[in-house]
């Protein structure tokens, strides 16, 4: 078998090599590497020996390089480049970039992340592209993706106990509930209004909303009350908004929704846990320039939350209805 390379080639004599050919002096090579005469002269011995070839012959003023040298200065540089980059770690120029980011989210996060994010990326990154895909149901699953690089970021409530996985809390958030203002007449709704309402519930993979709700649904006993389970959240407020049916949402959502469609937002009269919403990212990647560059930018944009001056205004008791009952 032949020897391994770390046997025949030494790597110090590849640099007192490319040294010695751009200054074509063996005393300014040996000052650029700090080596002294006698320590040089040995070097250059090791290096024609190890290439059997004088490489370089004395001349009055300086050596110049042999024929076989200069068949070996292009091949020897570009190695020595090569290895010089891998000891530094890439850069990324948000303004030159020209990258496709994959994101994890659902239609929530769609709704609440991009259009922000995407003014932000025409204005600092402007050839950088977005690609969502949607959160995997399993978390490893999801972590797999992080790790290989299929997804390079997830944003969401999700199980934030995932194996290899780093996470970041962007806002804290809780539920509200939507419905049109004819069937909220008051404002809102008592405990045995809401348990008697008609409701339409998320079905949505991948994130802890749907859970957190259908436990709420069970422990209130309103499972029989469901009208409708949707596997998108942005259907839900077209389905309240054209019939009379309420639903329970992050909060986030509920205000902008409301203020869209016109619909009333209104504080769940029975108890329902706050969650937090979180930036995912695999610890592989954790010094990776582009990834670090656009989490930061999403922590950054993200941080006070997705809506922090929303004008959307909560239900309000009908007058109209007062007058009449009066």
Known sequence: MDKPLSRKLDLNLLDLFDAIYRTRNLTAAGKALGLSQPAMSHALARLRDMYGDPLFVRLAKGVEPTPFADELVGPISQALQILAQTLEKGSFVPETAQRTFRLAMTDIGEHTFLPRLIRHLQHHAPHLCVETVATSASPEELAQALSTGSIDLAL????????????????????????????????????????????????????????????????????KQVVARVTHFLAIAELVANTDVIAIMPRNLALSVAQRWGLCHFTPPVPMPGYDIMVYWHKRHDQEPGNTWLRTAIIELFQGGPYPQSKSKPCAPSRVRSRRRA
């Open 156 to 223: 969401g409530a999700i199980n934030p106990d995932i194996g290899g996985v780093r996470s970041r809390v962007l806002f804290s958030d809780v539920y509200a509930c939507v419905a049109r203002p004819s069937v909220v007449p008051n404002g809102t709704l008592s405990l045995a209004e809401f348990k008697q309402a008609r409701h339409v519930v998320p079905n949505v993979a991948g994130t802890n909303h749907s859970i957190l709700i259908e436990r709420m649904l069970v422990a209130n006993g309103m499972s």
